[in-house]
């Protein structure tokens, strides 16, 4: 079956880093997305990988291991606006996504 | 800036009733999907669109339809609604369709609780 994981909460500092990591099966592979959802609002688009490696936007970075069917988010230099839940979602072979549960974030200063 | 609305953005509705929830975009986006999003579970695909005309079943279709007349619009429709359609429903667009590599673009959520 099609299985995304990703921890269902994680605390954190402001002003230090966190990873948020997610593993994904799923039938094929066409990318991996990651979104940011704050409280009763809508997902945001936040990254895609689709090659092995690191990818680096600003504050945010994403990392992709097709082999071990990994990923993480990593957030550098938190800000309390970074409190949201975080959704990792992977594309398969007839290129609809699988969504994990969301990794809550909360940010303490 | 509009980008997709969803209409109404919260409702209460007696089970057996029939509902349309409405969504519209502007962004002249060729696919389009309604997802539900329930407490400790992924966003869940009912249907979706890749292009005006054509429809698709998602993972969750039963008691859900949808029409895709224009390219703009994208209404889902329950039928004889129950309480475990009880949850949040987004739709979204993307400007490709099955060989999509962008991003999707949410509205605001249409919150349903049927009782």
């Known amino acids: 079956g099609q299985n995304i994981d990703q921890p269902t909460e994680m605390t954190a500092t402001e002003g230090a880093i966190v990873q948020i990591n997610c593993t994904y099966q799923?039938?094929?592979?066409?990318?991996l997305f990651w979104y940011q959802q704050h409280a009763g609002e809508a997902p945001t688009f936040l990254s895609y990988n689709v090659l092995d490696g690191l990818e680096e936007k600003g504050r945010f970075s994403s990392f992709l291991s097709r082999s071990k069917g990994y990923s993480y988010l990593l957030l550098k230099e938190l800000q309390m606006k970074d409190s949201a839940s975080y959704l990792c979602?992977?594309?398969?072979?007839?290129?609809?996504?699988?969504w994990g549960a969301g990794t809550k974030l909360i940010i303490k200063p | 800036i509009a980008g997709i609305t969803q209409a109404p953005t919260s409702q209460i509705l007696a089970a057996g009733r029939r509902m349309t929830l409405r969504c519209t975009q502007d962004?002249?986006?060729?696919?389009m999907y309604w997802y539900r999003q329930d407490l400790g579970l992924g966003l869940r695909l009912i249907h979706y669109s890749n292009t005006a005309g054509t429809t698709g079943k998602g993972e969750v279709p039963d008691g859900y339809s949808v029409s895709r007349a224009n390219t703009d619009d994208f209404p889902l429709t329950l039928a004889s609604a129950v309480p475990s359609q009880t949850s949040v429903y987004f739709c979204?667009?993307?400007?490709?369709?099955?060989?999509?590599?962008?991003?999707?673009?949410f509205g605001e959520g249409s919150r349903l609780t049927v009782l």
């Open positions: 979204a667009s993307s400007d490709s369709g099955t060989s999509n590599t962008g991003e999707l673009f």
């Open positions: 962004m002249r986006h060729n696919a």
């Open positions: 979602a992977s594309m398969d072979s007839n290129y609809q996504l699988i």
């Open positions: 799923t039938s094929g592979f066409n990318g």
